[in-house]
Structure formats: structure tokens, C-alpha cells
């Protein structure tokens, strides 16, 4: 080589090595700034005009797009006229910021109609989330949207892919937001039944089916076409390559199984936390969880093949959801020839148990500590107060008090809520299979104030609703941690339960389920200063009091923005 030209070589490594330099600046923790304004509007998610939520004239709200390690700055103005506003970040764990979590009453008071409020937050790990109204019944409204967090630079997914989807899944009532609320608190007590349809991205087809002329059902050809608010999101992919479908469900109260019509899925990611590639016909979501999914479109490219998404845990009585996986080689208003895929019975909880087992850690993934240095155990019941129906933990129905904990722990105020710590067990002698004998329980707002830094577990006990021979699933939802799972089991949980726990590769999660007459077991480390929600993601069930509030090192949160604060 000529020194002329190694020169120029070198020149030109300096140059790349500067310009490499300079986009790493640029990737590395961008702040990403969005301006929001929530509003009712008039939309058809399902072809039928009603009432929805929406972000910027938008439903289902606008995506969030991050990479791990940027700060997420939203600007959010309450355009409604007649209620407060609050958005959580679901998933988002909020370390040293925990005024941002979104939660009324809890985080923060709800935004004020005209009022605007700053939400600023890091997003610290790669992961699947979504965000969503979380005061009141916001969520039922249509309060939501997705949150995607792409690894940082030089960071890679410990798998391979050539493109991506994302799935929002919802449940959808032609009955609003307000007059269900009104109905579950009501006395007595009236259940605002199944959802009337399933959403994918925010769009579904009540009535009709994509699927009439192949199923020869008799329900109406699809009015959809021209009206872009209900059209199905048709997902487009070539032949032989690997997609990751982003899968998250955020529905008020449907639990849902989804299955793509001939192809398997691999699943590698749960609520943000990488877990062991393992492949599935179908996929069981509850409310509040995520997941990647892998395929690989390896079947025959002159078709197209159905997506769908049924109810699972209560007998449905809505419709599945549908949108078609097109193979580019082929037209995309070509519908597939089979009928959609059959879900599991919607009753074969013995097949979600064996799918929820399947989860399991990453190799590599953290640990859980070993021991544990409090558990608590929730048992969770249906009761009555003064004739209202209601559900209970430890017999306490969680009704949140006005001035927000945060705030109130922080400034020692001794009065905002019940200072008593609410129980950390049950009556020895309680039958979790039997309705429960006394039904009175009362209304409460204690705080587990838990140790800064411990390890705490928590047991959720399942047991009889109020009729006889019905226990619901209830997927749980931890703000602020991810946990790990240690372990389901049946009936009441025993002592000698704890020795088949899963300390070995358990997975991380934040939200996990608890079914019918059974317990969960699971394991977090209070390490994140703040005031946190733990309650039921079925939204009708939190608001009738399933939940309860952890609090850890309060003491140590510093620099409250004031627009945090402000009463
Ligand atoms: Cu997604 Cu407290 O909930
Ligand atoms: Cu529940």
C-alpha cells in the first residue's frame, strides 16, 4: 500500500470513527417531547357511532415510540369538560420519579378540566407497554395506546427479526363509561355484562363478521369498507421471514386467547422481561400483560390467514376479533379460505394453566433473592357493604381517599388516610371454596408500608365469589416493581407450598393471574421509592375495591416537581 493511500485510509477511519461518534451522541437518551389533549369524541370502533376517549383526535391514543434509556416528556391538557384526568404508564417502572405514574389519588391528583400537567419519566428497558387512563373508569372510555421501548445502542434483542407488528387489544361496550360505572354501584347491584366486541388496534366489526361468507354464518356481509375507523389493521409480511408481533391487552375485562391460523408463535418477551423462546398455537393475554411473539412465514404465500382473538374465563358472549395476515404475494382483500381458528374452550382453565407454566426466565435473566423478609397474603373475596356488592382483600374493599398518598406520606399528613396497617393474612379457618359466610366487609385505605430494600412475597388467594361454585380469574398488576412468579397452585395455599416454588428461573413480570379457587405466589424487592398501586387489571373489579397500596422509602424522594404537588 502507498503511504498516499494509507494516509487517506486513516484520514478516513478518523472521519468514520468521528461520525460514528457523533450518531452515537445523537441515539444516546433523547428527550422525546409529545403534547397531548384528551377529549370525548365521536368514533366507530366497531362501526357503530359512540363515545370514546381519544388523544389528539385519535383512538386508540398516539404511539409512543422510545428507545431504552430516552426521556418520555408529555405534555398532557384535560379537554373534558366535566371530569379530572390522569395517564399511567403501564409497565414503566418510574424510578425516581414516582409523581409521574399516573395514578389518582395515589401518584397525584387528577388533572382538572383546562389544566395541563407534565409527565417526564425515563424508559430503562427495552420492553412491550402501553399507557392508559387510570381514575375512574377511563380505561373502559377508551383512555389508551401503546408504548413500545426499542433496546439502546449497541444493545441487541437476544433474538432475530425482519419486522414487527404491535397489537393493542381492547374490549369495547356500546354502553358508556359513565352508566357502567353507575351500574356497578349501584344497589342492587347490576353487572354491565360481556363487552359487545373485541378490538384489535382499536377496530373491530360488531354485527358482522370478516368471516361470514366462509363460515356461512348468517350474520351481515361487513359494512366496514370506506369507513376507516372500524377496517381491520391487515397485517402485510413477505414469505420466510421472521415478524415479532408486539401483543398487549389493556381490555376492561375480557381475557383473551389469540391464535394465527396455521402458523405457530414463539413467545420471547412478557411484560418487558425476556423469558425462554418457547412456541405456542395459542396464546393466552389477560388484562395488563404484554407479550413478543415471533412467526415465521413459512406457509403458502398465495394465501392469507386469519388472526383472532377470543374471550377466555367467562362464558363469551362477544363475537371474536378478526384481521387477516397477508402474504404480500398475494391480495390483501383476498379473505382466507378456512374458518378462523377455534380457541380453547373458554372454561379449559387446565390449558391456561399449563400455558401460564410455560413462562419461565431467560437464562441470564435476575435472580430472586432467595428468602424473603415479609409475606403478605391477599385473599380476595366478593362481599357486600351496607347492600352494595363489592370485592374485598383481607376483607377490605380499597376506596381511595382525596388527597393523593404521595404527596400526603411525604408531608407525614396524619389524616389523609387510615393510618392502621390494613391485615396481612386471613382467618385461619376460612373456606377459599365455599362463598364466603359473612359477607359484611368494610371500606378501608391503609397503606402496607413496606421496609425500603426488603424482599417481600405476596400470596393472592383466590376463593368463592358470592354465588356458589363461581371463582373468577383476576390478573394482578403491580405499579412501580416487576416481580417474579414464583409459583400457582390450588385451593388454599399451604406453608409446604412454598417449597415447589420456582427460585430458579421464575419469570419477571408486572402483572400475573390468580385462577379460580387457586393462589399465586410472588417475590419483589421494595427498592423504588414511592407510593404504588397493586390491584385487579379487570377495571370494574379495581373500582368496586379490588386493590391495595404499597408504599416504600417515601423519605428518600426528592425534588417533587411542583406541578406535582399542586392540590
Ligand atoms: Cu394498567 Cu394500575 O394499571
Ligand atoms: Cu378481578
Known sequence: MSLRKSMVNRGLLILTCFFSFVIQLCLASKTRHFKWEVEYMYWSPDCMEGVVMGINGQFPGPTIRAVAGDTIVVELTNRLHTEGVVIHWHGIRQFGTPWADGTASISQCAINPG????????????????????????????????????????????????????????????????????????????????PQTLLINGRGQYNCSLAAHVTNSSSPQCQFRGNEQCSPQILHVQPHKTYRLRVSSTTALASLNLQIGNHKMVMVEADGNYIQPVAVDDLDIYSGESYSVLIHTDQDPSKNYWISVSVRGREPKTPQGL?????????????????????????????????????????????????????????????????????????????????????????????????????????????????????????????????????????????????????????????????????????????????????????????????????????????????????????????????????????????????????
Open 115 to 194: 389544566e395541563t400537567f407534565i409527565y417526564r419519566y425515563k424508559v430503562d428497558k427495552a420492553g412491550t407497554y402501553f399507557y392508559h387512563g387510570h381514575y375512574g373508569m377511563q380505561r373502559s372510555a377508551g383512555l389508551y395506546g401503546s408504548l413500545v421501548v426499542e433496546v439502546g445502542e449497541g444493545q441487541k434483542e437476544p433474538f432475530h427479526y425482519d419486522g414487527e407488528f404491535n397489537l393493542l387489544l381492547s374490549d369495547w361496550w356500546h354502553k358508556g363509561s359513565q352508566e357502567q360505572e353507575v351500574a356497578l354501584s349501584s344497589k342492587p347491584f347490576r353487572w354491565i355484562g360481556e
Open 323 to 567: 384481521t387477516i395476515l397477508n402474504y404480500q404475494t398475494t391480495s390483501a382483500s383476498k379473505l382466507p379460505t378456512s374458518t378462523p381458528p377455534v380457541s380453547p374452550l373458554w372454561n379449559d382453565y387446565n390449558h391456561s394453566k399449563s400455558f401460564s407454566n410455560k413462562i419461565l426466565a431467560l437464562m441470564g435473566s435476575p435472580k430472586p433473592p432467595t428468602t424473603y423478609n415479609r409475606r403478605i397474603i391477599l385473599l380476595n373475596t366478593q362481599n357486600t357493604i351496607n347492600g352494595f356488592t363489592k370485592w374485598a382483600i383481607n376483607n377490605i374493599s380499597l376506596t381511595l381517599p382525596p388527597t393523593p398518598y404521595l404527596g400526603a406520606i411525604k408531608h407525614r399528613l396524619s389524616n389523609a388516610f387510615d393510618q392502621k396497617s390494613p391485615p396481612e393474612n386471613f382467618p385461619n379457618d376460612y373456606d377459599v371454596m365455599k362463598p364466603p359466610t359473612n359477607t359484611n366487609s368494610t371500606y378501608g385505605n391503609g397503606v402496607y408500608m413496606l421496609e425500603f430494600r426488603t424482599t417481600v412475597d405476596v400470596i393472592l388467594q383466590n376463593a368463592n365469589a358470592l354465588a356458589t361454585g363461581v371463582s373468577e380469574i383476576h390478573p394482578w398488576h403491580l405499579h412501580g416493581h416487576d416481580f417474579w412468579v414464583l409459583g400457582y397452585g390450588e385451593g388454599k395455599f399451604r406453608e409446604k407450598d412454598a417449597k415447589r416454588f420456582n427460585l430458579k428461573n421464575p419469570p419477571l413480570r408486572n402483572t400475573a393471574v390468580i385462577f379460580p379457587f387457586g393462589w399465586t405466589a410472588l417475590r419483589f424487592v421494595a427498592d423504588n421509592p414511592g407510593v404504588w398501586a397493586f390491584h385487579c387489571h379487570i377495571e370494574p373489579h379495581s373500582h368496586m375495591g379490588m386493590g391495595v397500596v404499597f408504599a416504600e422509602g417515601v423519605h428518600l424522594v426528592k425534588d417533587v416537581p411542583n406541578h406535582a404537588l399542586v392540590v
